[in-house]
């Protein structure tokens, strides 16, 4: 098939690269002419995984809006709705709430139907990008014409992953409400993975995406208050997170079940605070999400008071949301690093992944593991230091006091 992307970005280029893998024509558009750049020397800005060797080998086409409208079978629109950095969950919860910001995304599209309309020919437009429920009614609808069939597709990946996500999810989740535009993303999907797909409203699509990340906070903030009364019990976290992940009939999986640091990315907590604005909206009886996010908060600000109580300077080690990435939206070592700087700590941070593969030259220190990246678990720390362990992988090493949470 003809596959269209109108943006370039850290979800459209991956998830191009990634169609293109499995035999389609693909080609994109954006308005970056940084992207754009980028694309035509075949440079990976971001660390993720398999996209830069499979943009080296590429054969996506830049074009322009004109091109990408009359040359594709549908067009994929993954054009950011970010929200403001003080909702990316690297600083205390605002009081003030916020919906995401659709003003990228409402130019997008305005663009995309006009050019439809002037080709005079039906369009299936595939919306990818994260919203609220009713978003695409209130904002998106009043931009279109009769010429554009509109499908919501939200991906449920992970930056990072992004193209293995995309080839190999859980479910594919279809709002759509005209039929054919539907049988037509199937039949895509289909030469992609044998992954199901759930095809429902547009209403119910924009709700389930971000319910879904919501799910995954809610179950790494239950970890982490287990972790935490095992640290202080003597009780051990990964005993009870096996125990836990047997119970596949109510627990659901025994993904993110495991205690560590807090959520992080640029997804989830954005989205539970986008949610935490929704609740006030409607005026629900228990703002939940605001729990989720506070309750995450909290955990965070346990672990600033477990470094501050060591007479040694504070190096967070890892920036990134997850490991082996250099991605730090949403970082929870992030949010860390600013709670420490609350209380009057001085704390360095250093990822190999965005500073450099070569650590400085620390003097004994308390170190916090704050991104599991395989390379820390080969670092020699200097004799004197206490290395704080959420993850529970870091080796025992002689002169370095090594204390991993929840054991």
């Given at each position: 098939?003809?596959?269209?992307?109108?943006?370039?970005?850290?979800?459209?280029?991956p998830c191009a690269l990634a169609a293109e893998l499995r035999g389609h024509n693909v080609a994109g558009c954006d308005i970056s002419e940084t992207v754009r750049a980028n694309i035509r020397a075949r440079k990976m800005p971001y660390r993720e995984e398999g996209a830069r060797e499979a943009l080296q080998k590429s054969k996506?086409?830049?074009?322009?809006?004109?091109?990408?409208?009359?040359?594709?079978?549908?067009?994929?629109?993954?054009?950011?709705?970010?929200?403001?950095?003080?909702?990316?969950?690297?600083?205390?919860?605002?009081?003030?709430?916020?919906?995401?910001?659709?003003?990228?995304?409402?130019?997008?599209?305005?663009?995309?139907?006009?050019?439809?309309?002037?080709?005079?020919?039906?369009?299936?437009?595939?919306?990818?990008?994260?919203?609220?429920?009713?978003?695409?009614?209130?904002?998106?609808?009043?931009?279109?014409?009769?010429?554009?069939?509109?499908?919501?597709?939200?991906?449920?990946?992970?930056?990072?992953?992004?193209?293995?996500?995309?080839?190999?999810?859980?479910?594919?989740l279809l709002g759509a409400d005209d039929k054919g535009a539907a049988k037509t993303l199937r039949g895509f999907y289909a030469t992609i993975h044998g992954a199901p797909v759930f095809e429902t409203t547009i209403a119910s699509a924009e709700l389930a995406k971000v319910a879904y990340n919501t799910f995954i906070s809610m179950?790494?903030?239950?970890?982490?208050?287990?972790?935490?009364?095992?640290?202080?019990?003597?009780?051990?976290?990964?005993?009870?997170?096996?125990?836990?992940?047997?119970?596949?009939?109510?627990?659901?999986?025994?993904?993110?079940?495991?205690?560590?640091?807090?959520?992080?990315?640029?997804?989830?907590?954005?989205?539970?605070?986008?949610?935490?604005?929704?609740?006030?909206?409607?005026?629900?009886?228990?703002?939940?999400?605001?729990?989720?996010?506070?309750?995450?908060?909290?955990?965070?600000?346990?672990?600033?008071?477990?470094?501050?109580?060591?007479?040694?300077?504070?190096?967070?080690?890892?920036?990134?949301?997850?490991?082996?990435?250099?991605?730090?939206?949403?970082?929870?070592?992030?949010?860390?690093?600013?709670?420490?700087?609350?209380?009057?700590?001085?704390?360095?941070?250093?990822?190999?992944?965005?500073?450099?593969?070569?650590?400085?030259?620390?003097?004994?220190?308390?170190?916090?593991?704050?991104?599991?990246?395989?390379?820390?678990?080969?670092?020699?720390?200097?004799?004197?230091?206490?290395?704080?362990?959420?993850?529970?992988?870091?080796?025992?090493?002689?002169?370095?006091?090594?204390?991993?949470?929840?054991?």
């Open positions: 098939m003809n596959i269209g992307f109108m943006g370039l970005g850290k979800l459209g280029l996506l086409r830049l074009v322009e809006l004109p091109a990408l409208v009359a040359e594709s079978d549908f067009v994929f629109v993954p054009i950011q709705t970010p929200h403001e950095p003080g909702y990316e969950g690297v600083s205390r919860l605002p009081e003030e709430r916020a919906n995401f910001d659709y003003s990228h995304l409402k130019a997008g599209m305005r663009s995309l139907a006009e050019e439809i309309a002037r080709q005079g020919a039906e369009k299936i437009v595939v919306i990818i990008s994260t919203v609220l429920p009713g978003t695409v009614e209130r904002e998106i609808r009043p931009l279109l014409n009769a010429h554009v069939k509109l499908c919501y597709n939200p991906f449920f990946i992970a930056m990072g992953t992004t193209m293995d996500d995309f080839l190999r999810p859980e479910f594919v179950k790494i903030v239950f970890a982490n208050a287990m972790m935490e009364i095992c640290h202080k019990t003597g009780a051990n976290i990964d005993a009870v997170s096996d125990a836990m992940a047997l119970a596949k009939k109510r627990v659901v999986s025994p993904m993110y079940l495991r205690g560590g640091m807090g959520d992080g990315g640029g997804c989830h907590p954005r989205d539970n605070i986008a949610l935490s604005w929704l609740a006030r909206e409607l005026g629900l009886s228990f703002d939940f999400f605001e729990s989720l996010m506070l309750a995450r908060e909290k955990q965070t600000e346990w672990l600033a008071e477990l470094m501050a109580g060591y007479d040694l300077p504070k190096v967070i080690l890892g920036k990134s949301f997850k490991p082996e990435t250099n991605i730090t939206v949403g970082s929870p070592s992030r949010l860390l690093h600013s709670l420490l700087l609350e209380r009057g700590e001085k704390c360095e941070m250093w990822d190999p992944h965005t500073d450099g593969e070569t650590p400085p030259a620390f003097a004994p220190s308390c170190f916090l593991i704050g991104t599991k990246h395989a390379a820390f678990a080969e670092m020699q720390f200097p004799p004197g230091s206490v290395v704080i362990d959420p993850w529970r992988y870091i080796p025992d090493q002689p002169g370095a006091t090594i204390i991993r949470l929840g054991e």
